[in-house]
């Protein structure tokens, strides 16, 4: 499915803003480590790329989110995955930065709901 520029607006989470976003690796005592490890790196991927945002500097922004597009789905986390393409899929087509913040606070949300076990 190819990603789309298009966010929710409302949040992609609405109704259900405290659910927590388990891996799909969850059960699985081979990933782990490595799915808690990736877990705890995302707040400061989530810092990196916000502050990319706000200097409007969105070539980081674009790579930061492109990371997690490829990463999150290795780790059991293809909503973050796809979402992490919307925002690299805005700042491609050059949305407004309105827009890309919208996408922005959608990753960040499913981030931030994002747990190893």
Known sequence: MAASAI?????IMAGKPTEILLSEFAD??????LVELFVSELPERLAVLRTGLESNALEQVQRIAHQLKGASGGYGF???GDCAARVEAAVKTGAALDQIRRCVDE??????RAAST
Do not use: K, R, V
Request: aromatic content about 4%; some cysteine.
């Open 7 to 11: 966010c929710f607006g409302g949040g």
């Open 28 to 33: 699985d005592p081979d990933m782990a480590e």
């Open 78 to 80: 293809p909503l973050i």
């Open 107 to 112: 990753l960040s949300e499913l981030c931030n």
